[in-house]
């Protein structure tokens, strides 16, 4: 099973993007962020015809997220994150795909910092640490996938200083995130290479992907079930250099129908 995650930053206008990586790619299940189009906006048709169910939580304007899957029914088990009922953002989708219960998230990104912004994004995470503590110890094969605008540690940033101020490198989003891995959940990409310099996000500005000046903001987490199965975790590089591209490029895991021994002795 191939499960994907990748920022589109806007489905409207990239949706040809979109069409022309699932043909390529082929992943079973994909989970997408900043749809950036209201709920009756989402290009059902299309994505039909490439192959795939889709379940879809939009917001106009700003945030979305989406679910799609070619390997059976999607059963939609929440959309939109508890904790607050007040929080109209469209920032989370989860369901229960082929044996998988698959969370899709577009964290806050929460600049400027220090600021409101940076205090909802703090909010946010701790909404999602309480939610996911409810998950992460399922039997079922669990993947929290999505762009998680955190940048975990200095090997994940092309020049940590001068993310110094910004909310994706603070110190408090950071431990944040670190709470998540302590709670049980594994960082697929680090897992199966934990030396390597690895991004996911490329500003526009000043050839930022030419010169690999990049930062890894897109994470897939699993539970024990899902990591037992984990025989790859990627990023595909190849959109990121289409013309009229999103700004991130998808990142995925593969995991086998059993327990891969690449797994096993990375957990031992």
Not at 93 to 121: M, Q, R, S, T, W
Not at 185 to 194: E, F, G, Q, S, V
Not at 224 to 229: G, I, L, S
């Amino acid at each position: 099973m191939k499960i994907a995650t990748y920022n589109v930053n806007g489905i409207a206008g990239r949706l040809p993007l979109l069409l022309r990586w699932l043909a390529l790619a082929e992943p079973d299940i994909v989970v997408l962020q900043e749809l950036k189009a209201p709920q009756d906006a989402f290009p059902m048709a299309a994505i039909e015809a490439a192959g795939y169910q889709a379940i879809w939580h939009g917001q106009s304007r700003w945030n979305g997220v989406a679910l799609l899957s070619r390997v059976g029914e999607i059963h939609e088990t929440r959309r939109g994150l508890p904790g607050d009922p007040k929080d109209e953002q469209s920032r989370y989708i989860e369901a229960a795909v082929g044996g998988i219960l698959v969370a899709g998230l577009y964290l806050p990104n929460g600049n400027p910092c220090p600021g409101p912004k940076f205090d909802y994004k703090l909010d946010w995470m701790e909404r999602l640490h309480a939610h996911l503590n409810s998950l992460v110890d399922l039997k079922a094969p669990v993947v929290v996938a999505g762009d998680f605008n955190v940048i975990p540690t200095e090997a994940d940033v092309y020049k940590p200083e001068r993310w110094k101020d910004d909310a994706l490198f603070a110190t408090e989003a950071r431990a944040a995130y670190r709470r998540l891995l302590d709670q049980g959940w594994t960082d697929a990409i680090r897992h199966l290479h934990p030396k390597e310099t690895i991004y996911t996000f490329w500003h526009y500005w000043r050839q930022s992907f030419e010169r690999n000046a990049g930062i890894r903001i897109d994470h897939l987490l699993l539970n024990k079930p899902a990591t037992k199965r984990l025989e790859a975790a990627e990023v595909d590089l190849r959109p990121r250099g289409w013309e009229k591209t999103s700004d991130h490029t998808p990142v995925w895991v593969e995991l086998g129908d059993a327990p891969s021994r690449k797994a096993r002795k990375k957990i031992s």
